[in-house]
């Protein structure tokens, strides 16, 4: 298993982050594992300037699409020290300085094309999306497919990248998404709410 910051599908975002690459790229490179059999764990990150509702729509769309075996959406944070962090502080972007929130996962800072709450929303839905009992069943289908057909003798066939492994990871992923919204986090989705109140 490969991990692997693709960081986005939308061409503008890529270009801000300046990664060097196109969305052809991405297409290639999952192929290009999968067809060796090598597992992916893609790493995709909300919230650029140049994001917006469709961008992370088409994500999870593309994620499964392109068959991805296991992922994490993230949440841009500008870190202290880098250019980031130095734009959004001069623009008055920065939600607050509580460094225990600066962990890829909060939402800490005013984004261009969603409210912070609606951002936050979107990684956890898209969470919620991909580790969900329905995937891991169709995971499940997949394998016992692949095994069927690997026991009747399908000479030559391509190794799926599904497998038990992958069931389990995404069973395990729903119980981590549903307790990080339900419990963990439930203080700060109130205050990020509280924020959106505010601004209407």
Do not use: C, W
């Given at each position: 298993r490969v991990y692997i910051g693709f960081e986005s599908i939308n061409q503008e975002t890529l270009n801000a982050y300046r990664k060097h690459q196109r969305v052809d790229d991405i297409v290639?490179?999952?192929?290009?594992?999968?067809?060796?059999?090598?597992?992916?764990?893609?790493?995709?990150?909300?919230?650029?300037?140049?994001?917006?509702?469709?961008?992370?729509k088409e994500t999870v769309e593309f994620v499964a699409r392109e068959r991805i075996d296991t992922v994490q959406f993230l949440i841009l944070t500008?870190?202290?020290g880098t250019e980031?962090?130095?734009?959004?502080?001069?623009?008055?972007?920065?939600?607050?300085?509580?460094w225990r929130f600066y962990d890829t996962m909060h939402v800490v800072f005013k984004p261009n094309q969603?409210?912070?709450?609606?951002?936050?929303r979107h990684m956890w839905e898209s969470f919620d999306s991909f580790y969900s009992i329905g995937s891991a069943a169709f995971e499940a289908l997949e394998a016992l497919q692949d095994g069927a057909l690997r026991i009747l003798g399908a000479v030559?066939?391509?190794m799926n990248a599904s497998s038990l492994e992958?069931?389990?990871?995404?069973l395990g992923g729903k119980l981590i998404v549903h307790n990080w919204?339900?419990?963990?986090?439930?203080?700060?989705?109130?205050?990020l709410q509280s924020l959106d109140i505010l601004a209407r």
């Open positions: 290639r490179a999952i192929h290009t594992f999968h067809q060796y059999g090598i597992r992916i764990h893609g790493m995709f990150m909300f919230g650029a300037d140049d994001d917006d509702h469709q961008t992370v500008p870190f202290p980031t962090y130095e734009r959004m502080a001069n623009q008055g972007r920065l939600l607050h300085n509580d969603f409210s912070p709450y609606q951002l936050q030559g066939r391509k992958n069931i389990a990871l995404k919204m339900s419990k963990t986090n439930k203080k700060y989705l109130n205050y």
